[in-house]
């Protein structure tokens, strides 16, 4: 049993870190936080279930949303929305995408459904049989393309030329900008990444958490306690949070009660915050 929420744990903190991912990398590409993040998932979820029960097979249906994904919830909600906010005050730009938050889920309750709705078991219901363990399907397929998601995100930032220019300006805007680098290229690009990577998530967690218009809203604000808890200006930091997050609830609704889990999680959050206020892995900024 142990095992069993190990690995269960480990898949819900993997959907938790890739969105804690994108705030990350919304943070350090353009200072600000999109907390419309985890409506921007349920966005995803509901197109991907539409395709689906249009009859589009599963495959085309995710490379459809993904795209559907980046170029809407990615690229037309930066130049449309957080690009003409930029010369605000951050204050503005997150109210903003509170404001985008609400439209988008009330939205989806109101022009396609309140209710809620199964999603496809795309990896199917059998568990993996290892001895006298076992595992989740789901499970497992969740962590294995998480794994290669993160890994595949990180060889981009760390080996293409767009990559290290999106560490150039996490690391010092000004002196990027003086290299030549087009801040608002890179930014617009950090964007598209985060919707690829909740738009992933959202085919991962809809399976388990079924489709409902209000789904992202609990999901997003955990990985934003993700992101917190682990550093909000590291990608690593995020993947430590999502994990510990996903962790701690398991284990909390195992051994002590499902209603605890996420006061446990909170309070790790303030313990964390009173103690090191960056983060486990985050760096002091000014």
């Known amino acids: 049993m142990f095992i069993q929420l190990v690995v269960s744990g480990v898949a819900i903190g993997a959907i938790y870190a890739l969105v804690a991912i994108g705030f990350t990398l919304l943070w350090q590409a353009s200072r600000t936080v999109n907390f419309a993040q985890g409506d921007f998932l349920t966005v ?16 085309w249906a995710l490379a459809a949303t ?5 170029i809407v919830l990615g690229y037309v909600i930066k130049k449309g929305l957080i690009q003409p906010l930029f010369n605000q005050s ?5 109210v903003a995408t509170i404001a985008l938050s609400f439209l988008a889920s009330n939205s989806i309750a109101v022009f396609w459904s309140a209710q809620c709705k199964a999603f496809p078991r795309i990896f199917g219901m059998l568990p993996y049989k290892v001895g006298e363990i076992a595992l989740s399907r789901q ?7 998480a794994v290669v ?51 992933f998530a959202a085919m991962l967690i809809a399976p388990v958490y079924m489709v409902r218009f209000d789904m992202g809203a609990a999901l ?28 701690i609830e398991t ?14 999680v909170l309070v790790v959050l303030i313990a964390v915050i009173l103690i090191r206020k960056e983060g486990l892995l985050g760096t002091e900024e000014r």
């Open 251 to 264: 284990f909390t609704s195992a051994y002590i009660s499902n209603e605890y889990r996420e006061v446990i």
């Open 220 to 247: 997003g604000l955990k990985a934003f306690y993700s992101a917190t808890i682990g550093g909000f200006n590291q990608v690593r930091g995020a993947l430590l949070g999502g994990f510990l997050v996903g962790i």
């Open 44 to 59: 995803s979820a509901v197109v991907m279930y539409a395709l689906i029960c249009l009859g589009i097979p599963f495959i």
């Open 149 to 199: 998601l993160i890994v595949a995100l990180n060889l981009f930032i760390q080996r293409t030329k767009p990559g290290k220019a999106m560490q150039a300006v996490a690391q010092n805007r000004e002196a990027a900008r003086v290299l030549g680098i087009n801040i608002s290229n890179v930014t617009t690009m950090v964007f598209v990444i985060n919707a690829v990577l909740v738009a």
């Open 139 to 145: 499970h497992v397929w969740t962590i294995a393309i």
């Open 90 to 94: 951050h204050r503005t730009i997150i």
């Open 66 to 70: 993904v795209i559907f994904s980046a």
